[in-house]
């Protein structure tokens, strides 16, 4: 999957000259970057519609740039705040109608993702979850926020879960990607998300088959099993799993299971739509336990297993590199 990239346009020789002095450098030369991209726009004219153009491209590619680099977010976001605070205060207050430098930026890379979440890249999901500015929270929110319907939002929650094992071995931030996969926090809320994948995963309609309906098997599949993994020990991930079994059993989610099964039943008739709730019900209870390899062998080439378990794809190929990591570790 592309990533988001800043791309080339009439900042180009402003912007550009910059970003390329980062690579390889130091922390400490992150911050002289910072510092010289801070001064770079506060020195551009801003009074004519043109230089304003000009100015507002400068603040999306520098946005565009820390989605595309994510690993040193939090000391440029440091030092952005800092010297907009120096600047507030010198000047005795902001202008009207503009923000601090680091805010243009921060709401210029989240409308940015937003727009173009399905170019984001499971590791920079990753390197945003491991920062703890706010302009990784935002810009996360914005992802989730980006695709307008069940299919896109399972999509991004595939990707979003894919970044998430990229950080198996680091714990506070595993952790943290874990509890956004389950819905455990106000960045990937529990609505619409999951009452869209209770819907599918109980009463397929037409759909046994398709690519979201396995996207959905898969990321189910693997964020059950991953608790089994000694991955996960914290008070905070064990509350989500259990929030997670609270919300579907709550009247509002069983009263949209139930207006689905009428929809289904309607077009593929009760015995149908009551054999494959049946057999969604024995996938869900099968995936919220232990699986040993024994049994997943027995069971890999039935339906829905097969697709649960398929082994050409990507998000399942990434978990069982990460389960051979970690029992190499023991």
């Known amino acids: 999957m592309n990533s988001i ?4 346009d009439r900042t180009e020789e402003l912007v550009d000259r910059m970003f390329g002095a980062m ?22 004219p801003k009074g004519k519609s043109a230089e304003r153009r000009k100015a507002r491209d400068f603040i999306l590619q520098t946005g565009r740039f820390l989605l595309a680099n994510p690993q040193e977010i939090d000391i440029i976001v440091s030092v952005w705040e800092s010297r907009d605070a120096k600047e507030e205060n010198h000047d005795g207050q902001k202008e009207q109608n503009t923000g601090s430098f680091y ?20 590791e920079q999901l990753a390197q945003l979850v491991k920062s703890d500015s706010d302009f990784a929270k935002k810009a996360l929110t914005s992802y989730f926020k980006g695709p307008n ?17 990229d950080l198996a071995g680091e714990d506070d931030a595993f952790k943290e990607g ?36 396995k996207k959905a098997l898969v990321v189910n599949y693997i964020i059950n099993q991953l608790r089994f993994m000694g991955l996960v020990g914290s008070d905070d991930i064990q509350k989500a799993y259990k929030a997670r079994r609270n ?82 570790s023991v």
């Open 23 to 44: 690579f390889g450098d130091p922390k400490e030369k992150k911050a002289i970057w910072a510092n010289q991209v801070f001064e770079e726009y506060t020195n551009l």
């Open 178 to 213: 874990m509890r956004i996969a389950l819905h455990g926090t106000d960045i990937l809320p529990k609505k619409p998300s999951m009452i869209e994948q209770s819907i599918l995963l109980s009463f397929p309609n037409k759909e046994e088959e398709s690519p979201v309906f």
């Open 5 to 8: 990239e800043a791309q080339p």
């Open 247 to 328: 919300f579907i059993q709550t009247y509002e989610v069983k009263e949209e299971l139930r207006k689905q099964q009428v929809r289904v039943a309607k077009a593929i008739g009760e015995d149908r739509t009551r054999e494959l709730n049946n057999a969604m019900i024995n996938f869900s209870n099968i995936i919220v336990r232990p699986l040993t390899e024994e049994r997943r062998q027995s069971i890999k080439n039935i339906w829905p297993y097969n697709l649960a378990f398929d082994e050409n794809d990507p998000l399942n190929q990434k978990f069982q590199r990460v389960q051979l990591q970690l029992a190499s």
């Open 149 to 165: 319907s069940r299919n896109q939002r399972i999509d991004a929650h595939y990707n979003f879960v894919s970044g998430v094992l």
């Open 103 to 122: 805010d243009l930026v921060k709401q210029e890379a989240s409308r940015d993702i937003r727009q173009n979440w399905e170019k984001v890249a499971p």
